[in-house]
């Protein structure tokens, strides 16, 4: 584990505390040293908290901080944000379970899947980790039964465009979830939106991930119950799987709450000896599902080691260019991103954009396969997308000019948008 002081000294006091926070969390610190930490140092506040928000990870941060040292006018402002958090989640948790429950009703057995589901099975808290979509695992047969469904629900499609131009079977190959939106007034006079996912893959195909690794395993689920009534979620160590894949292929490994979730989860999983993360050394029987085999791994847990503490056990056979890349992903999550990629800036949204990929990239273990990566990504950002024929209507004889709007208004992305 790297030592605090040294994180202290590299990259900043606010740094320091957030990772020290995440430390006393994760039960590798303690609390004492934690106010030993603040009280050696001129903290900036307000960067913990823009830092603390920008990975994702206030919840955790912000309780630990509640039992610290911290001054009390800021635990004031913490409390608030936590009780919005807390409000919001349970809402999310609360149309979860109204959803499940009406597609059950159409026969269609639904899964809470990421958000607050991996927070209650977890963290065992729903409020522990930032939300905002209600993702479900789904069958993707049960697909065309849905949009019914959710209009009397008063959902929208929010691609539906899209899904009635490819179709029901060209949709299933070419995307990953079918999704649905709602605003509704609060009792407040405030609106609420809800998003919804339905899953049927872990990851987008344009991702390149096998498909025995990129489907969900239903084959055990378990009773669990999320806020007030009952549900089945998936089995931990699959849940953890199919999130460590997200993790990997989609988010890239930008941002801390990406290591507190895993290190989260595998704490959990590893105080139950029947859900060992560590493969056995002979080939084990579920070796087609295994993350491991397709993608460095062990950059995962190299930077959870450094970052936490957590972690070493399950780095298996570790090469000098996976220490290399972790020292990478440990300093670009400890350097932050405020303030640094302008997107809304031609150049500098380019830049993001090599940067991700990149980043992605170098988790495939496969040199082939990381270069098909890499090209198939760049030409699908830039390949007209239904977005843009709704914003920019055209008659069909003027299709391809949507060619030249599509990069366009890709480059012209807000920072909100990229």
């Not at 995440?22 to 001129?42: F, G, M, S, Y």
């Not at 460095?296 to 220490?323: C, P, R, W, Y």
């Not at 920019?392 to 990069?407: G, S």
């Amino acid at each position: 584990m790297l030592p605090i002081e040294t994180i202290n000294a590299h990259y900043d006091a606010s740094v320091a505390i957030i990772i020290q926070a995440c430390r006393v969390h994760l039960q590798t610190a303690t609390l004492k040293e934690l106010d030993e930490l603040i009280e050696k140092n001129d903290i900036n506040w307000q960067q913990v908290a823009l830092f603390s928000k920008m990975h994702r990870i206030r919840p955790v941060v912000f309780r630990v901080l509640l039992n610290s040292v911290a001054p009390a006018s800021l635990k004031e402002k913490l409390k608030r944000e936590l009780q919005v958090n807390t409000l919001l989640n349970f809402s999310i948790a609360s149309e979860t379970e109204r959803i499940i429950e009406r597609l059950a009703k159409d026969h269609i057995h639904a899964i809470p899947y990421k958000g607050v589901a991996y927070s209650k099975q977890f963290y065992e808290d729903i409020s522990m980790r930032e939300s905002s979509d209600i993702d479900l695992v789904i069958d993707a047969a049960d697909l065309p039964k849905t949009f019914s469904i959710f209009e009397q629900e008063g959902y929208t499609p929010f691609n539906l465009a899209n899904y009635q131009s490819l179709g029901y079977e060209r949709y299933c190959q070419v995307e990953k979830d079918l999704c649905f939106d709602k605003t509704i007034s609060t009792g407040t006079g405030t609106k609420q939106s809800f998003h919804v996912e339905l899953h049927y893959k872990i990851t987008h195909p344009r991702f390149g991930a096998p498909a025995t690794l990129n489907q969900f395993d239903l084959s055990t689920t378990v009773a669990c119950e999320l806020n007030q009534g009952a549900a089945r979620f998936l089995h931990a160590k699959e849940h953890y799987r199919a999130i460590m894949l997200h993790h990997l292929l989609h988010d890239g490994l930008e941002y801390l709450k990406i290591f507190v979730d895993l290190a989260t989860g595998y704490k959990k999983l590893s105080a139950n000896t029947g859900l060992n993360l560590v493969p056995p050394t002979e080939e084990p029987v579920d070796s087609h599902r295994s993350l491991e085999k397709v993608y460095h791994t062990n950059i995962v847990f190299l930077v959870m080691d450094q970052l936490f503490g957590l972690g070493q056990t399950a780095v298996i056979n570790k090469t000098q260019s996976e220490e290399k890349a972790a020292y990478y992903f440990l300093n670009f999550n400890l350097q932050g991103t405020v303030g640094r990629y302008q997107r809304h800036r031609v150049f500098s949204l380019l830049n993001h954009y090599r940067r991700t990929i990149a980043n992605r990239a170098t988790l495939i273990r496969d040199k082939k396969q990381r270069r098909v990566f890499q090209w198939r990504f760049w030409i699908e950002l830039f390949l007209p997308q239904q977005a843009d024929q709704e914003a920019v209507p055209l008659p069909r004889f003027l299709a391809p000019l949507y060619f030249i709007i599509r990069p366009i208004r890709v480059l012209l992305r807000k920072k909100t948008d990229a």
